[in-house]
Structures are given as structure tokens and as C-alpha cells.
């Protein structure tokens, strides 16, 4: 498959997420953080990587304060010119900012792009995944850039609502599989 195969794909799902009522979304986001937080591997006080959702993607905002208020160290995303992401502390809402693309970045202190290697966990957006972990991204390759990175041992789950598990999605040498996925209705579902 190529790339205006993913590029049909993205298409089809960013107009269904537009079209999803803002109920349904903000219901996802408490289900996608109970099924999240009741993982002790992401509560358990370490450190986890999560995305800050912008838009119409599933939220990620409550995930991120619940896990921040128990303890875990949480590093967010800032996005580096030539697509490569570097790493910062959550430390509360004031510590965000705005940033490029709509995207909220966090102000403090910047770790670099390895920092996401001592990450337990790392929680990745996503417009699809199939049953073999494959990931459909944005476009960009800032997270198989950033998946490439990651320990052994480290979990990756992308996030998405239940219609964007899929049968096959068009994969590249590049991309990097993620080893399960978190919806809504389904929770925690590992590959």
C-alpha cells in the first residue's frame, strides 16, 4: 500500500472524528483515562509519555492531570523543527503553552528526544491501528521516530476510538508498530 492509500485513510477517519457529537468525545476521554489509570505500570509513581489532545482527537487532558495528581512523572511532547519530538514535564495546566499546529507544549525544562527511553510507558496518538500493531500517524513520522527510540520493556499504546481498530493499515519500512491500543468501549487491548 502506498502513500495515497494513507492518505485516503486519514481522510475518512479526521472526517468521522468531525463528525463525532462533543458528548460522545468527552465521554471518551473519561473512559480512555479509567482504563489507563488502572494499569499500576502508569501509576505506580514512574515516568509515562503521553500526548496533550488537541482537537478531535480522543482526550488525553483528563488522563494526563489524573496521572500527574497520583505521581507519575508525565513528560509531554514538544515538537522540534524537522519533526523530531523532545521531552518536558507536565507540571499542572500553567505549565502549557501554545505551540504550532494548535498544539499545547509544555514551558519547562526540556529533556531531549531520548528522554522518552527511561519512560515506562509511552501513550501515542493514532488515526488508526490494525491487529499487527501498525499505526496510522498524521503523516509526519514524529512518533515512529520517537517509538524508535524506547526500551525493551516499554509499553506503547495508541489511543483511538473503536471504529479506527482496523483490518490492515498501510505500513512503510519506517513505521513502528505500537504493542496494543486504547478505545472507549474496549479499554487496554494488547496485540
Known amino acids: ?26 465521554e471518551a476521554g473519561s473512559a480512555i483515562r479509567d482504563a489507563l489509570t488502572a494499569l499500576p505500570l502508569l501509576t505506580t509513581g514512574g515516568t ?30 514538544v515538537l522540534l523543527p524537522g519533526g523530531e519530538l523532545d521531552w518536558a514535564a507536565y507540571d499542572g495546566p500553567a505549565s502549557l503553552a501554545p505551540a504550532k499546529h494548535g498544539l499545547l507544549e509544555p514551558t519547562g525544562h526540556r529533556y531531549g ?18 491487529r499487527a500493531g501498525r499505526r496510522l500517524g498524521r503523516g509526519a513520522g514524529c512518533y515512529d521516530r520517537a517509538l524508535a527510540r524506547i526500551g525493551p520493556n516499554t509499553l506503547t499504546l495508541a489511543v483511538i476510538y473503536d471504529t479506527e481498530v482496523v483490518d490492515e493499515v498501510p505500513a512503510e519500512p519506517h513505521d513502528r508498530p505500537v504493542h496494543g491500543v486504547v478505545t472507549p468501549r474496549c479499554g487496554v487491548h494488547r496485540f
Open 48 to 77: 509515562v509519555a503521553v500526548y496533550y489532545s488537541v482537537g478531535t482527537e480522543p482526550d488525553t487532558r483528563k488522563l494526563i492531570a489524573t496521572l500527574w495528581k497520583q505521581g507519575t512523572y508525565v513528560l509531554l511532547p
Open 113 to 130: 528526544p531520548d528522554a522518552v527511553r527511561r519512560a515506562a510507558a509511552v501513550i501515542c496518538p493514532a488515526l488508526a491501528v490494525d
Open 1 to 26: 500500500m502506498d502513500e495515497v492509500t494513507k492518505r485516503e485513510m486519514r481522510g475518512r477517519i479526521l472526517a468521522a472524528r468531525r463528525a463525532m457529537p462533543e458528548e460522545r468525545r468527552t
